[in-house]
Nanobody, 126 residues
Framework: QVQLVESGGGLVQAGGSLRLSCAQS????????MAWFRQAPGKEREFVAA????????KYGDSVKGRFTISRDNAKNLVYLQMISLKPEDTAVYYC???????????????????WGQGTQVTVSS
């Protein structure tokens, strides 16, 4: 059974930093694209960042470009999201997601991801 477990969320002041981690178990990690999404209260789930399995290529949502960095450590089955210059509008539950198959295209669409974590809360105070 595939499991994704996020950690690293918390309360931080505007301008601060956090690093989220996502640990995967139950399947081969290094052959699937991984992503982070977020959802704020009353809003739709939003794409944050994704990283490809074959080249490590990355994609970012417009609102986080230049501030967030996604990375992966295949040896440890971990995906990270380093967040700097945090803003109150970054407040949301952050979800880790994985695709089931080994795909070349790194998707920014939540429907293309098959496995999801339970989420970790990030709150940025002004």
């Amino acid at each position: 059974q595939v499991q994704l477990v996020e950690s690293g969320g918390g309360l931080v002041q505007a301008g601060g930093s956090l690093r989220l981690s996502c640990a995967q178990s139950g399947r081969t990690f290094g052959t699937s694209n991984m992503a982070w999404f977020r959802q704020a209260p009353g809003k739709e789930r939003e794409f944050v960042a994704a990283i490809g399995w074959i080249s490590g290529s990355t994609k970012y949502g417009d609102s986080v470009k230049g501030r967030f960095t996604i990375s992966r450590d295949n040896a440890k089955n971990l995906v990270y999201l380093q967040m700097i210059s945090l803003k109150p509008e970054d407040t949301a539950v952050y979800y880790c997601a994985a695709q089931k198959d080994s795909r070349l295209h790194v998707s920014m669409t939540s429907q293309d991801y098959d496995y999801w974590g339970q989420g970790t809360q990030v709150t940025v105070s002004s």
